[in-house]
């Protein structure tokens, strides 16, 4: 049997196929060979086919077979076979197979190996992979190797227990011991993976916190010796002696800092120093700064040196290198909370990076300058977050336009600049608004009383442009059937009054109607709006005819409405100008406007109400009172939710006769996604239709009739009789059959009692 | 650290160092998406981004990409500094060191970056010592001969 090819060799061949499938012929062929060699228990080539299965697992190829034989190689003597062997270890097996665990006895005299790059394998592959089960078993040995005076091995202890740590956090305490000498060493490998370790358990532990916190001036010294020291060689990076240990002890102060005064103070100089005498030309130094930064704003420093570290971020914002500009903006981000003023000294620079190329950093500096934004800046701020609106990516725009407006809510200047920033917003962004900026936005026009005759103006020439985007153009109809009146009367005060007939702005909103751009909802809006100016304005019968038009629309949304308009003009004409009538001030909680239809099998009725119901008291109305029938509604706030109102019924019976089949229906539209409507029917306690006692007065009342008393005395006499003669099994029927009553009652309310429509 | 990853311009894996306990299967969903993410950015755009829920540093080296993920926590400066130290000490290791360095040596390319980071933390920060230790290693894997005792008898052949 020929000796298997050599790694270098199949890599070769690999590489000259031309097309996938001969690359897997390739594999499959060397698979197949090595699987059989695998099988021979080859001892000596083991080694190079398990690595030219590392290729070929590389390459994306299945390689599971070939997992034993690593362990295999682990357990051999030599040490290439370990150094493959773990390799491969670390590539094909995961802790969640059980396989891994073989590896544990191996690794623990590999432990103990009398050649120390013997032992730095089991450590690194422990460290790299080792499951909480292997954690466990080799941890006393991890333990006696962190405090070995062999610097090599020392340091990959370290974090070999910090891996330990990390999957068996129990185990800290024994490693408490070895850690108390650790950063008295001098070799720069040892320091840097023990203050790693460190920060692991004081970042785990609050008392491990508490313990190490006296460990702060020796690190204050170590860091200062770093940056004192003359030029060390072996360290240097760019001028700066080893800046990887460098910022891990600045990371680590910032743990140990962290609201502690002592600690706090007892850094203060070096962070200072720090920060100002770090060569900040190369990537290397701002490193350093941006970790120094970072610990500043974390610990309790004194403001000169927050001053100073925010003045850090403010010069790499200016910095060419765009890692440094990103890296500022997110640490601004942090800070910007609790140092808001010292931020916003650097609020110009900010918004210059809205202009960057970068899609993380134009991010980043959006969410920063509307954290920036203040009533004093409101103005200037605002201009450049519109020009970003316009120009900015799709994915920005929503959140830059739900910004826009939160932003104009809190800090408006005046009423006319909010509504002209809306008006902005709507017409570049219009389709990216969030869903619940139209309910909003209306309610914001509906309250801003004054400007009501500009809005409408403004809104109705931005439909006369453009009718694509939908929030735009919901808002406007909303407006324009509220306001059409003033639309029409040139009332406006803010602006050069616009000339338009009522015919135009009809022409308008039937324009929408029929437009393919406009969705269902708009479409409703229109109707709606449509229906109003029947009232404001005086070319009733052309709205009566678009009205009758929409009563075939194939739209079940417009059907319904155009009906249910038309029975307003028709039979309810009297109602309509109560009920049409201008929206009040909304408060805050309510969110939209909606219109209650109530239809019923007895009769038909209905009313608008409008959400500011929530806000004012509605007396209770007679909503039907014909032929000894009275139903009355009366409204009232939930208590003790004041955002849900409670409508109840009542329906009295004055005939003589029983009224039967009492069907009610209540239709309810389809207000927004997010407002929930939920109707709970409440069945009050003594009502008599399901009082079981009812049927058993009925009984003795039939068994009294067929008696026939002739006065009042016999009347008392026969009821005693015939109640003593009632027998129990009677009364146990209607027992029994009360609850097939009730879930039959149940089933006729969700299907005949109760139909809520929503429409 | 949490993984790193290294690839060519053509989105093949060179390299690929796993710090935390992931399937194959996720391991290799999670390569071919972030391959592509980085491969679709433009040379001006920074080093770093967030992808899911991890933060990722990468930087180019001729045809090869190096890229990290990191924990939150971590200093994304501070990792591209640890990515250079890596590509020097390859270089001084291969000697000017190019792509196909890797593709043909890929196991030592490992064992130096084992002697590097363990666990996803720097163990050793000097480069000095770094290549040391990799010269010791290669050494040993030259000389090693297991314990002699009763082989000796037969002379057997030094296997390599």
Redesign the interface.
Known sequence: MPAPIRLRELIRTIRTARTQAEEREMIQKECAAIRSSFREEDNTYRCRNVAKLLYMHMLGYPAHFGQLECLKLIASQKFTDKRIGYLGAMLLLDERQDVHLLMTNCIKNDLNHSTQYVQGLALCTLGCMGSSEMCRDLAGEVEKLLKTSNSYLRKKAALCAVHVIRKVPELMEMFLPATKNLLSEKNHGVLHTSVVLLTEMCERSPDMLLHFRKLVPQLVRILKNLIMSGYSPEHDVSGISDPFLQVRILRLLRILGRSDDDSSEAMNDILAQVATNTETSKNVGNAILYETVLTIMDIKSESGLRVLAINILGRFLLNNDKNIRYVALTSLLKTVQTDHNAVQRHRSTIVDCLKDLDVSIKRRAMELSFALVNGNNIRGMMKELLYFLDSCDPEFKADCASGVFLAAEKYAPSKRWHIDTIMRVLTTAGSYVRDDSVPNLIQLITNSVEMHAYTVQRLYKALLDDISQQPLVQVSSWCIGEYGDLLVSGQCEEEEPIQVTEDEVLDVLEGLLVSNLSTPVTRGYSLTAIMKLSTRFSSINRIKKVVSIYGSSIDVELQQRAVEYNALFKKYDHMRPALLERMPIMEKTASNVHTMFFGGYVWYYFFTLNCAFLSLAIPPMTAYSKNGLKIEFTFERANPNPNIAVITIHATNTTEADMTEFVFQAAVPKVSHDLSVTFVLEWPSQSPDLNPIENLWRELKVRVAQQQPQNITALEEICMEEWAKIPATVCENFVKTYRKCLTSVIDNIYRNFWTIKRT | MQFMLLFSRQGK????K??V????KER?KISRDLVQTILARKP???????WRDLKIVYKRYASLYFCCAVED?D????T???IH?YVELLDKYFGSVCELDI??N??KA??IL??FL??G?????????VLK?IE??DL??EL?E??QGWLSELSLPA??
Do not use: H, V
């Open positions: 894996l060179r390299l690929q796993w710090y306990p992931l399937s194959d290799k001006k755009m920074c080093s770093f981004l967030e926590q200093n994304e400066l501070i591209l500094e640890i130290r593709i043909f890929f196991e490992y064992f084992d002697e363990l666990g933390e720097a163990q050793e920060t000097s480069k000095k010592n230790a010791q290693a040993l894997q090693w297991p314990p296997s390599t």
